[in-house]
């Protein structure tokens, strides 16, 4: 596709419940960031993959948290037995390649409410 | 990895006024980017700037960098409505150079 793709844009569910969010990326893109933003606050970083390895996991906030990447592209984040904590808009993003200098570009979100 | 820190939170300013947001950072950088979020939603990459960069500009954005001060600013000229976005700057680092951390931003409001 022509960017990245997020879905679903929207999610409501009930504490308790287990989510996936999906994150297509731009096509040719070997990085790929999710991130989380609560209400009114800056982005924090969860995980980044390089290719389907995730070098570096160290901002996912529990074990209820985890990410895969398959084939070089598709990417879920999963949160397991969701808190009303996890709500927030989480945003992925890519590039080109791993690196320094390298812009991201990033997907319209996936606004998650836990009730 | 580090973070920038916006100044300052909250800005508002009449439309056609010049907007300035400076960013502030702790350690050596490999180079610094400008993001621009509306609504809550995705960042749009707006500029980088390479550690032995002193100034760039971009349409009516200006960017300048002083690795002295470990600090960054963005100018917006002749601002409109439509600038009116959340403005964030991920500096890299030399350590940690694929991680972008972003900090909380500063909101522009820019009044018609």
């Known amino acids: 596709g022509a960017g990245v793709s997020q879905s679903p844009s929207n999610k409501v569910t009930e504490k308790g419940k287990d989510v996936e969010l999906r994150c297509d990326p731009i096509?040719?893109?070997?990085?790929l960031y999710w991130y989380r933003q609560s209400l009114g606050q800056g982005l924090e970083f969860l995980i980044y993959?390089?290719?389907?390895?995730?070098?570096?996991k160290s901002g996912l906030p529990s074990d209820r948290f985890s990410a895969e990447r398959t084939g070089g592209s598709v990417s879920t984040l999963t949160i397991q037995r969701t808190q009303q904590e996890d709500s927030a808009v989480y945003l992925c993003?890519?590039?080109?390649?791993?690196?320094?200098?390298?812009?991201?570009?990033f997907g319209s979100g996936t606004q998650l409410s836990v009730l | 990895s580090q973070q920038g820190e916006e100044d300052p939170q909250a800005l508002s300013i009449q439309e056609g006024e010049n907007a300035t947001m400076n960013c502030s950072y702790k350690?050596?950088?490999?180079?610094l980017q400008w993001y621009r979020q509306n609504s809550g939603r995705g960042l749009v990459h707006l500029i980088l700037?390479?550690?032995?960069?002193r100034e760039k500009h971009s349409g009516r954005l200006r960017v300048t960098l002083d690795t002295s001060k470990k600090s960054s600013s963005l100018l917006i000229t002749a601002s409109r409505a439509a600038d009116t976005a959340s403005y964030f700057c991920?500096?890299?680092?030399?350590?940690?150079?694929?991680?972008?951390?972003f900090g909380s931003g500063t909101r522009l409001l820019v009044r018609p």
């Open positions: 096509s040719g893109h070997t990085a």
């Open positions: 991920a500096p890299t680092a030399m350590d940690s150079s694929y991680k972008l951390i």
């Open positions: 350690t050596s950088i490999n180079n």
């Open positions: 700037i390479r550690s032995n960069e």
């Open positions: 993003a890519s590039s080109l390649q791993w690196g320094t200098n390298e812009k991201l570009f």
């Open positions: 993959f390089q290719g389907n390895s995730a070098p570096d």
